[in-house]
T-cell receptor, first 109, second 115 residues
Framework: QKEVEQNSGPLSVPEGAIASLNCTYS??????FFWYRQYSGKSPELIMF????GDKEDGRFTAQLNKASQYVSLLIRDSQPSDSATYLC?????????FGKGTTLSVSS | DTGVSQNPRHKITKRGQNVTFRCDPI?????LYWYRQTLGQGPEFLTY????????KSRLLSDRFSAERPKGSFSTLEIQRTEQGDSAMYLC?????????????FGPGTRLTVT
């Protein structure tokens, strides 16, 4: 059974701080990793993907991948109240994505 | 660039009725996926199409569920004899495939409520 684990949160950070979201996965052969943002009542929105070990940066977002530790993280710099949402980690398994349950982030102004 | 669209956005039905949902993927995407999401959970994979061929089905997709993608463009997901446990958000996603990347983009979803 391939699994993706995330802390459900909530993770609370003040405006302007760095939010760090973490994800572990069970399938050592996984190659592709995705972060989605989901606002309440809305569908998931793809915000980052990473396929190679190391860091990938896009604006205020940085995805970090450590395949040896089977660990993926998402850093959000200069967090804004509009970043308050549930962040879903997903791992590609065959053609499908396996999702964690998501971490709820709350950014206070 | 038009995103993935889904219709209807909301559906309320009585137990035992049949329902059908439609998904229109991003135009150049040849892969289409259906997922189901319940409250507090991440999306769960249901089935996947490469063009018009249905290549993979999850064990979550019981005999009451059927999906089609007749001309490799839009797709429909039908649930027969709905049960209260079918209440969920049904999400459609599309991707280019291996030549263009594995990133899947979701539509707005269809929220099904079975009473």
């Amino acid at each position: 059974q391939k699994e993706v684990e995330q802390n459900s949160g909530p993770l609370s950070v003040p405006e302007g701080a760095i939010a760090s979201l973490n994800c572990t996965y069970s399938d050592r052969g996984s190659q592709s990793f995705f972060w989605y943002r989901q606002y309440s009542g809305k569908s998931p929105e793809l915000i980052m993907f990473i396929y190679s070990n190391g860091d990938k940066e896009d604006g205020r977002f940085t995805a970090q991948l450590n395949k040896a530790s089977q660990y993926v993280s998402l850093l959000i710099r200069d967090s804004q109240p509009s970043d308050s949402a549930t962040y879903l980690c997903a791992v590609k398994a065959g053609t499908a994505l396996i999702f964690g349950k998501g971490t709820t982030l709350s950014v206070s102004s | 660039d038009t995103g993935v669209s889904q219709n209807p956005r909301h559906k309320i039905t009585k137990r035992g009725q049949n329902v059908t949902f439609r998904c229109d993927p991003i135009s150049e995407h040849n892969r289409l996926y259906w997922y189901r999401q319940t409250l507090g959970q991440g999306p769960e994979f249901l089935t996947y199409f490469q063009n018009e061929a249905q290549l993979e089905k999850s064990r979550l997709l019981s005999d009451r569920f059927s999906a089609e993608r007749p001309k490799g463009s839009f797709s429909t997901l039908e649930i027969q004899r709905t049960e209260q446990g079918d209440s969920a958000m049904y999400l459609c996603a599309s991707s280019l495939g291996p030549q263009g990347g594995y990133e899947q983009y979701f539509g707005p979803g269809t929220r099904l409520t079975v009473t």
